[in-house]
């Protein structure tokens, strides 16, 4: 049986904290959250930031680098996936469309990026287009795509493509003949996001379909779908991801404790199937990554 590897995304970008106690806000409770999180089964941490105060997402590069020192001086063996997602969340005003009304945090791609090129971290993501996103939309233009993948390439970090819908693999691939992106690099099948790709094997297979041949993927889905879609991951041969960014609940009307309860539960699903997780190091080796 195949060995997927096990992402566990830590707190997102949502308006999830400060109401759903689990959900880790500063820096120090974040890195904990991470090497919990692989302590339970999980080889990658993706991370957000929030604003200690708020509970907002925060793109403050200071932010990041204590979550990074704090873990790497830990001597946790997790790997680090930093997002470059955040500063895309875009709302018109309704009087003057043209303009971001209260809740949009657009920035341009060198404020979405700086901590990657800072850090330096071993993955990083790059949302591969724009897409509805709830009651807004999140946007990710072709030149601002091609930006942010070059800082990534600048730092030495491997590219995780986050594809919410069909399009979005279509530009990767032209981006990738191009050069603009590196030739293999990380697949993320984004599912149940409204609205972008519904969760549902359907959807995960033709996505999956349309991905070069012998890519690495993986997929996840949000809320109550995101063990059904491990599940169905695992079985088609792809990684798998879990987490309270995508999550908040072990199972229905029972909210997680912690992200280790989460990864707990994908284990124990991996287990089911015959399947082991991919230890930390070994991960490293099935992405080509170099060892730590």
């Not at 996001?193 to 996505?207: D, I």
Request: charged share 20%; hydrophobic share 45%; proline share 9%.
């Amino acid at each position: 049986m195949p060995t997927p590897i096990l992402t566990c995304a830590i707190t997102g970008g949502d308006d999830t904290a400060g109401r759903f106690p689990a959900v880790p806000v500063t820096p120090r409770q974040i890195a904990e959250s991470a090497i919990e999180a692989c302590r339970a089964g999980a080889a990658i941490a993706h991370i957000h930031v929030r604003d200690p105060a708020t509970g907002r997402p925060s793109l403050d590069p200071a932010l990041y680098r204590e979550v990074v020192e704090r873990v790497r001086d830990s001597g946790s063996p997790v790997i680090l996936n930093l997002t470059t997602g955040a500063g895309a969340r875009f709302l018109p005003d309704a009087s003057a469309p043209n303009t971001a009304a209260a809740g949009s945090n657009l920035r341009p791609p060198a404020e979405r990026c700086a901590h990657i090129l800072e850090l330096r971290p071993e993955i990083c993501t790059l949302d591969m287009g724009t897409l509805n996103f709830g009651k807004g939309a999140l946007i990710n233009v072709p030149d601002h795509i091609e930006a942010i993948a070059a800082v990534i390439r600048e730092a030495g970090s491997k590219t995780e493509l986050e594809i919410f819908d069909t399009g979005h693999i279509a530009l990767a691939r032209h981006l990738i003949d191009r050069g603009v992106i590196e030739p293999e690099p990380l697949w993320q099948l984004v599912l149940g996001v409204p609205w972008g790709a519904p969760a549902n094997s359907e959807t995960m297979m033709h996505l999956r379909g349309q991905l070069p041949a012998g890519a690495r993927w993986a997929a996840f889905g949000i809320g109550r779908q995101e063990f059904p879609m491990l599940a169905q991951a695992a079985l088609l041969g792809g990684h798998v991801r879990v987490g309270l960014e995508d999550n908040l609940y072990l199972k229905q009307g029972v909210q997680a404790r912690s992200n280790a309860e989460l990864v707990g539960r994908a284990v124990e699903i991996l287990h089911a199937l015959d399947m082991e997780p991919a230890a930390p190091d070994e991960a490293r080796r099935m992405i080509g990554l170099p060892p730590r």
